[in-house]
């Protein structure tokens, strides 16, 4: 699998996904779990989802494509790369996902964010890695701002390096969540994680920076995941 920094086609990447034995795919299947037991989960009515540097919506609307309230879901998916955010927007509309919106635009900036009711479901997969440890700490502690008390976080991990595992626990800890949810991909390289808000939603703060995507960089000099 490439390192994060040898990749310059975000789109292309996404084609590890289409083998069923990657860890990747095994990483993708454990996070669609998560979505479709959260949504499930859910009291009838509008289930509203957020997923973060959401890519081609692998694990968001891959989970929710047969699902029986895919009508009930609405939220946004948040995506930089012009293709990638095309081929999730054209797969939403295909599988009657009709109140997902697809945003093309940096999930770093907070106002990607704005005006959206109080989230039930956060997906912040394949994120992490990319990031330093204060742009970790950062975002966990903005998911209060999108979040309503009580919604599910599902983050995913490298479990490479279980000492960054070990921080993201602490962080969410801070920050006022209790971890519901844990495994780990078959050959041990990704872990998913499921932390729930016991905390106080807190006001969307505007123009605000949340990370760097690639500052892992200044702390381990090459790619930490991908």
Known sequence: MSG??????????HDEYENPD????????????????????????????VSMCGGQGRELIGALEGHDR??????????????????????????????????EGDASASDNYDGLPRADLVIVSGVFGHLCPDDRRRVIAFLPEIC???????????????????????????????ETGWAVTPGGMFGVMVHQLRG????????????????????QGNATET
């Open 4 to 13: 994060i920094f040898a990749i310059s086609d975000w789109s292309n990447w």
């Open 22 to 49: 990657s860890e990747l795919t095994h990483r993708s299947r454990l996070v669609q779990e998560q979505v479709a037991a959260a949504v499930d989960d859910q009291p009838p009515g509008p289930v509203t989802v």
């Open 70 to 103: 895919r009508s009930d879901v609405q939220g946004r998916l948040v995506e930089l790369d012009a293709r990638n955010a095309a081929f999730a927007r054209d797969w939403a509309q295909a599988v009657g996902l009709t109140g997902l919106e697809v945003r």
């Open 148 to 178: 309503r008390r009580g919604a599910r976080v599902v983050i995913t991990t490298y479990e490479v390096k279980p000492e960054t595992t070990a921080d993201l626990r602490a962080y969410f800890a801070e920050c006022e969540f209790d």
């Open 200 to 219: 106080e939603a807190r006001p969307l703060v505007p123009n605000t920076t949340l990370f760097t995507f690639g500052s892992s960089r200044t702390e």
